[in-house]
Nanobody
Framework: QVQLVESGGGLVQPGGSLRLSCAAS????????LSWHRQAPGKEREEVAA????????RYADFVKGRFTISRDSAKNTVSLQMNSLNPEDTAVYYC?????????WGQGTQVTVSS
């Protein structure tokens, strides 16, 4: 059973930085994608960034390009999201997700609040 556990959310001032981490477990071989999504109040969940299991390919939503960086530590089986230059519009619950053999798995989410 794939399990994803996020950590690292919190309150940060505009212009500040946060680093989210996701501990992934339960994969039994093959390739998969790990991604970060977010959902703000009253809005639909949207993908923020994604990375392949080997860490060779990444993609980013336009609204975070140049500010956020997704990375993968295969040895620790974690995926991280470094978020810089945060603004209030980045306030949301951030979810770690994985697509594995055609099925989507989700973590419980971690709150990120950008406010002065």
């Amino acid at each position: 059973q794939v399990q994803l556990v996020e950590s690292g959310g919190g309150l940060v001032q505009p212009g500040g930085s946060l680093r989210l981490s996701c501990a992934a477990s339960g994969f039994t071989g093959g390739s998969y994608t790990l991604s970060w999504h977010r959902q703000a109040p009253g809005k639909e969940r949207e993908e923020v960034a994604a990375i392949t299991s080997a860490g060779h390919n990444t993609r980013y939503a336009d609204f975070v390009k140049g500010r956020f960086t997704i990375s993968r530590d295969s040895a620790k089986n974690t995926v991280s999201l470094q978020m810089n230059s945060l603004n209030p519009e980045d306030t949301a619950v951030y979810y770690c997700s994985s697509r594995y053999y055609g099925r989507d798995y989700w973590g419980q989410g971690t709150q990120v609040t950008v406010s002065s």
